[in-house]
């Protein structure tokens, strides 16, 4: 077994922990660096969901992926920061401070997996694992300028992920390009007895730029409407005008369950989120409780004391939302929601091969710009939720740039077809950097 040395400068607090001299063993990532986001256990390497009430926290196991990760010869070499709990679009949230962006420091790095981009983007590491609840790996590919895959829900474990919104969430990998994506989900797909939702889909597959000419690409209507910024909206049609003249036919559609996706999503992963989180009591992990007091009272001050506001509010709103009188009012109405959505991409992925259109409405906001306003932040999402709800793959592939500040672009695909988002990914790549 050998060892590396990793000590890197971190002027965008893209890590919490670091580990110093990272053993790896020989394989196909035979010593490269690998940085975690810190929802995901790290046998040995503290693990905090950038919460307080995690702080000191050492999972005595890996999670599914970081097994593979190692058995492939990866280092890893730290984890990353990240909104508490995954609960957040700007990695503001983070209880060890923010992380900021490598291309504006005065600039949020988006989130929750904020610190696995901005580690990516710095340089810092070539490869970062992510997970996406609602967007949170293409949130921050788009604002940092690489690439980030959500899969289809089930192809990656979710075996040692520290559960947010069960039904919802993917880990994905994040790199500087698709070919890199490409390589680290080839060591993490496939199935695990371990993870109930696990399918048996292993990936292994070459990107292939070869695709453009004669492919069906979908334009939802909704993904260019209002609240989509009129730079990001000029940008994006300008790479769907490169797949075109690469011989992509492009196919206008609508997407009516759009109007729904963002206040379903909401209301399915705070109810989640809920149910997930109250194990988090002050006797099993992290912190010790005040025992001195009646139980109700240690228990309810030590989440108030060791939760952040953002991850109370969307607790409270959960709970709400499941309590007697307002469950069929509000949750089922939201899985029906859902319903509408799984069926509009199955019916517009019936017609054409992929569909694109923006990741995010806007450039990457200044740092505080939107923490005072959650509900300005929860519509940042309105282009990436779909996805979750309907658990199929996407990417986000850097497009352009407006204000010196990266611009993604969004591909989605049918269920455990990643290998057609991830070929029309590079083929425009490829197009950007040797054709344009």
């Given amino acids: 077994m050998g060892s590396m040395t990793f000590h890197p400068e971190d002027p965008y607090h893209a890590f919490i922990t670091t580990v110093r001299d990272p053993e790896y063993t020989e394989g196909p990532l035979s010593g490269v660096p690998v940085a975690i986001k810190d929802n995901i256990s790290t046998s040995g390497i503290e693990t905090t969901c950038g919460s307080a009430i995690l702080r000191g926290y050492i999972p005595p196991y890996d999670a599914h992926v970081i097994t593979l990760l190692r058995r492939a010869g ?37 989130g929750s997996s904020g610190g696995s981009a901005a580690a990516v983007a710095a340089g810092m590491v070539p490869y970062a694992l992510g997970s996406d609840t609602g967007g949170s790996i293409r949130c921050p590919a788009s604002f940092c300028g690489i690439v980030g895959l959500k899969p289809s829900y089930g192809r990656v474990s979710r075996f040692g992920l520290i559960a947010y919104a069960n039904s919802l969430e993917q880990i994905g990998p994040m790199a500087r390009d698709v070919s890199g994506v490409s390589r680290i989900f080839s060591v993490i797909a496939g199935h695990d007895p371990r993870d109930a939702t696990s399918a048996d889909r292993p990936y292994n597959h070459e990107p292939d730029s070869d695709v453009m000419d004669g492919l069906k690409i979908g334009i939802p209507d909704e993904y260019f409407g209002e609240g989509v910024d009129p730079a990001v909206r000029e940008t994006v049609t300008g790479a769907l005008d490169i797949c075109s003249s690469m011989g992509a036919e492009l196919i206008p559609c609508r997407m009516p369950s759009m109007q729904y996706s963002l206040a379903a999503y909401y209301v399915i992963c705070t109810s989640e989120a809920s149910s997930n989180l109250a194990r988090f009591d002050g006797i099993r992990y992290g912190p010790a409780v005040n025992t001195k007091k009646r139980w ?139 054709g344009r």
């Fill in 296 to 434: 109700h009272d240690a228990f309810s001050d030590y989440r108030h004391d060791h939760f952040g506001k953002e991850v109370r509010r969307r607790i409270m709103l959960g709970t709400f939302a499941l309590s007697e009188g307002y469950y069929g009012r509000y949750y089922q109405k939201a899985q029906a929601a859902r319903r509408m959505v799984r069926e509009d991409f199955r019916r517009i992925l019936t017609q054409v091969d992929i569909i694109a259109g923006p990741t995010m409405p806007t450039i990457a906001y200044r740092l505080g710009e939107k923490t005072k306003d959650p509900l300005q932040m929860y519509l940042a999402d309105i282009l990436t939720v779909p996805a979750n709800l309907a658990g199929v793959p996407a990417i986000s592939v850097p497009c352009g740039m407006i204000e010196k500040m990266p611009v993604g672009f969004q591909i989605m695909g049918s269920n455990f077809h990643e290998e057609a988002i991830i070929d029309a990914a590079y083929a425009f790549e490829q197009e950007m950097k040797h």
């Fill in 74 to 110: 990866a280092a890893i070499v730290g984890k990353t920061n990240m909104d508490e709990f995954g609960m957040g679009t700007t990695t503001e949230s983070s209880a060890f401070g923010p992380t900021t962006n490598p291309n504006d420091s005065s600039r949020v790095p988006g």
